[in-house]
């Protein structure tokens, strides 16, 4: 339970919803439980000559006493069940709230399923216990209180033997439960093996067809399958005995109660009413007795549910604001430094950045390359601060950038990362993303310059079009001009693309670069590329290699030292000249 | 296109289609004998239930106001026995009835994977894995519930209610009559509730998936979600979805809310109706006292099965949409068409001739164009050639991924279109770039799991290729588990099993599409070599990427933009100072340098 303790702040927030909740079941009780008494009486009355006007009151009575029950009954639902909705609602806010604040890096640790798997699975596993759990043990408690007390006073001989069968009904419950829940997990994890063989052999296709192995892989499906059903029948024998024996367990009582029963109406100790007021009583309890197994289930999952939550909400935040940090900025220049920048993810780990040290004065248009590995990608992600470095700092117009807040560093750099990710929303919705408010005239700009605007043209909708899973499937170029778009949108002090016109052809790159020009000037401009023709205007080429600087310079200068970057030009010259041929 | 098919995961259709349904049944048919068993077996138990409160009446009736201890006794004895044999029955039908739905799906299972692992490569590099794998998945599984609890269960509540019926018109016509006239308020609440929860429970599912692909998508996106800085808002978005699945689920509270009071009520109108119009009957002794205890026990009895046959509306509904789903890609028809009549390729000596050749992927932009080419029995030929060239093409053709436009391709002079696609596969074993291990053992991935090829098949090629050095040093070696993928296994131990397994298969013509990726120089060396043995005294495409490799080859094939530009041994195409020299400036250079070296 010390899990689940933490839910006490949620259930603080709607604690007069829960409390009257309660008040309403002791209410709903009150008048269900007397309904028995009620057809009792009316039974017994008629063995004794009546009027019949007794017995349309009786059957007032009955009638009344339900509607009364049902109407609390309708307003336990309305607040106990409405408040584990309610709580499930703050709960998965917290939580997505969580996950939005946590560093990058635990995305590559957790994967994406897992994650969701806590946000739905564990999440309705607490509710189960915020809600109906608590709103069927308090039920419980009362009705069997109530129930047990009015049948002893009825016959308490005949009440103790009839209720003999029941305790074994709850530990029946809660142990065949535990058992069903262990199969099920087995069930699961077959399942999940059954996935997985369907997912190998569905990605290995060509391989599969072309070592013939079709039947073979078949056979194996099938083998698991068989296996999976296998182990929904050791459920279903489970659940195929419970049932039954439930009904057995249940209807032992009811029989004792008309055996016993009879012979103390044949003996005169009891009338024949008595006799079915027990054995109704005896239908009220048995539900009670069945939902006390199943709440102690329901909160042993909620709380290993709670558990595997509490493990993501001690997950420590990503880089925020903290004391040190300055409010009084709200603009930047893009004057960017490193001074002996090294960055490494994890404590033994090798630096991947070391000791970097750079002025990037503002307007100034930068160009880095290197190698896949070299820290390309590392070295640009200081500056939006997706990640900090381990240790040097990192200034932008002369001030430690942990001590800009982080969302006035961010809204000054457009960012075009490597891998364009967009939305499942309308272009209009993608370009605009950084800053919704912008005019139409600065979409159809950006648009422009990244060469995008001719394929929006194209779409059926133009920029409404809606692109991913409910809409159109854009090309890798595309996406990386519409990414390049969102970028520009947001008019930043400094510009960084990160090899982002991998997917567009040479040609359209140059267009692109053309329209950049005018665009870069008097911003601060970061450009990460593979091709020489991407970078050789630039104001100032990098080579990275293994986390240092390894040359800088111009193109002509970098020419003149005959290094790597001399290398890479001669080598994509001669693939220039290949392209040109046929 | 796609715009349809993600819709299909939204589908949730009618509860009954009798098209789809009577699809559904052929696949029960083989099961035939479960079928008339469950239902008899549920015809027997459901009388089982409501003869108790008749064994009750007349307990109290003939035995209780008699004093007939011994009679009370019989009757006792008689209640017992008429529970027990039901708890039985009701076992056996669970099992039965479970096992029926088990073993369909199983059956639609294998079907359904049969039929997806024939479709053609092209389809697969359509569709999305992950939506076949909920296919066969998710999807199948929710048809075992309707097999299983759905459609039998629907037959127990009928025979329960009809049973219940049945008792209660023998006992007594006019006060069945009495307490039966809640029935039609019943069944019309019943259904009026069915309806609306539906609605709202397809709200929730619906804002369900919304939230789902939100987190889905937005966790993927996480980095533009900062770099944009758009995390309030992206909360906000969040929490309004959130805030829609919560208030469908809040208004699907509400009619539970109303209903089981409701129903509750109902069945207390009946009680009270029992009592009123039964009790006067009592006392003018025209009834018994046993008599309105059974019509008591009746009521609540009545009311399990009704409100049971609504619930199965939501599992009729939900194997309806699946199994059009399942329906739909069991229609799919895109095959690489095998010949009526197959012609034997028999044992292949491996001479390869294409004719003319050209193909596209789509219907205009042809990758190749006109391609002819000759190779002979146990020849190495290179093809060499920038990115787009046309070369991984080469390998779709010739295995039957993918048909050609037009010309011939032909193995041994046989038209590869007129023999079984199977065959040919059989006698051609690819090398692909990216090595495919599946889950299992270092053994298994070798061989494949073809019973042709023994134990010592799979040592030998391993040792040929110069894998069993590093497998030996694993703990289980041969039987060394392969995780996804290959997990655990460098790059150059990957390729490596991958030629193993390409060797173990001893194929009379091998493709390979060499790796780019850079291994370690020793590791270098050992694929080097393993690929020379490879190649030797067979038929061989490689697509090369290695000086040594196009070295040996003993003839060179340079592609450009689809067509064939050059072709020659290394020595004459060097000389020729064209397209190749300036490749191999560009490609292969560097390794001379690095060998020397």
Known sequence: MKNLRDLSKYFKKHKKMLYWGITFIIISNAFSVYVPVIIKDALNSLQSKIDYDVLVKYALLIVGSTIIAGIFRFFIRQTIIVVSREVEYDLRGDFWDHIQKLPLRFFQNYSTGNIMAHATNDISAVRMFVGPAVMYSIDTAIKFVVAVTIMSIISIKVTMIALLPLPFLSFLVYFVGKKIHERFTLIQEKFSDLTSKAQENFSGIRVVKSYVSEDRELESFMALSKEYLQRNMRLVKLQAFFQPILFLITGLSVIITIWFGGIEVINGQLLIGDVTALVIYLGILIWPMIAFGWVVNIIQQAEASMKRLNKIFSEPFEISDSDSTDHSITTLNGDIEFRNASFKYGENLHEVISNVNLKIPRGTKLAVMGNTGSGKTTFINFIPRLYDVTAGEVLIDGINIKNIPVSVLRSNIGYVPQEAFLFSDSIYKNITYGKPGVSEEKVMEASEISRFSKDVEQFPEGYQTLVGERGITLSGGQKQRASLARALVIDPKILILDDSFSAVDTHTEEEILTNLKSYMAGRTSIIVSHRVSTVKDLDKILVLENGKIAEQGTHDELLEFNGVYAGIYRKQLLEQEIEQLG | ?597
Do not use: C
């Open chain 2, 1 to 597: 296109m796609s715009k349809n098919s993600s819709k299909d995961d939204e589908i949730l259709g009618k509860a009954y289609d009798a098209k789809l349904m009577k699809r559904l049944l052929g696949f029960v048919k083989p099961y035939k004998k479960y079928v008339i068993i469950a239902i008899l077996l549920n015809v027997i138990v459901a009388a089982l239930g409501p003869l108790r409160p008749y064994l009750t009446k007349i307990a109290i009736d003939d035995y209780i106001v008699n004093k007939d201890f011994d009679g009370l006794f019989l009757i006792a004895a008689l209640l017992l026995s008429a529970l027990l044999l039901q708890s039985v029955i009701q076992y056996l039908l669970t099992y039965a009835t479970q096992l029926l739905g088990q073993k369909t799906i199983l059956d639609l299972r294998r079907k359904l994977f049969e039929h997806i692992q024939r479709l053609s490569v092209s389809f697969f590099d359509k569709t999305p894995i992950g939506r076949l794998v909920t296919r066969v998945t998710n999807d199948v599984e929710s048809l075992n519930e309707m097999f299983s609890s759905g459609i039998i269960m629907v037959f127990s509540d009928i025979f329960i209610i009809l049973w219940i019926l049945g008792f209660m018109f023998f006992i007594d016509i006019e006060l069945s009559l009495v307490s039966l006239s809640v029935l039609p308020i019943l069944i019309y609440g019943t259904f009026l509730f069915r309806k609306k929860v539906r609605e709202t429970y397809r709200d929730v599912r619906l804002y369900l998936a919304r939230l789902n692909s939100y987190m889905q998508e937005h966790i993927t996106g996480m980095g533009i979600v900062r770099l944009f800085n758009r995390e309030k808002s992206e909360f906000k978005e969040f929490s309004e979805i959130n805030a829609d699945h919560k208030d469908a689920n809040i208004r699907s509270i509400f009619y539970y809310a109303i209903f089981f009071p409701g129903v509750e009520l109902i069945s207390s109108a009946a009680i009270a109706l029992i009592i009123w119009y039964g009790g006067g009957e009592v006392i003018q002794s025209k009834l018994t006292l046993g008599v309105l205890f059974a019509f008591i026990q009746y009521t609540e009895m009545f009311f399990r099965p009704i409100r049971d046959l609504s619930e199965k509306y939501n599992i009729l509904q939900t194997a309806m949409a699946s199994s059009e789903r399942i329906f739909k890609l069991l229609d799919e028809k895109s095959f690489i068409q095998n010949p009526e009549n197959p012609q034997e390729l028999g044992k292949v000596k491996g001479s390869i001739e294409f004719e003319n050749v050209s193909f596209a992927y789509d219907d205009s932009n042809y990758v190749l164009k006109n391609i002819s080419l000759q190779i002979n029995p146990g020849e190495t030929v290179a093809i060499v050639g920038a990115t787009g060239a046309g070369k991984t093409s080469i390998i779709n053709i010739l295995t039957r991924f993918y048909d050609i436009k037009s010309g011939s391709i032909k193995v041994d002079g046989i038209d590869i279109r007129n023999v079984d696609k199977r065959e040919l596969r059989k006698k051609i074993s690819i090398v692909l770039q990216d090595v495919f291990l599946f889950f299992g053992t270092i053994k298994s991935n070798i061989g494949m799991g073809n019973p042709g090829i023994s134990n010592d098949d799979i040592h030998r090629a391993a040792a040929i290729v110069g894998a069993d050095k590093f497998i030996e040093k694993l703990p289980l070696k041969y039987d060394e588990p392969v995780k996804e993928r290959g997990a655990t296994l460098s790059v150059g131990q990957k390729q490596l099993i991958s030629f193993a397994r390409a060797l173990a298969h001893d194929p009379q013509i091998l493709i390979l599409d060499e790796a780019t990726s850079s291994v370690d120089t020793e590791t270098e060396k050992l694929i080097q070599d393993a690929i020379g043995k490879l190649l030797r005294g067979r038929t061989a495409i490689v697509i090369a990427h290695r000086l040594s490799t196009i070295q040996n080859a003993h003839k060179i094939i340079v592609m450009h933009k689809g067509e064939i530009k050059e072709s020659g041994n290394h020595q004459e195409l060097l000389s020729k100072r064209g397209l190749y020299y300036k490749l191999y400036q560009l490609q292969y250079k560097e390794q001379e340098i690095t060998s020397v070296n």
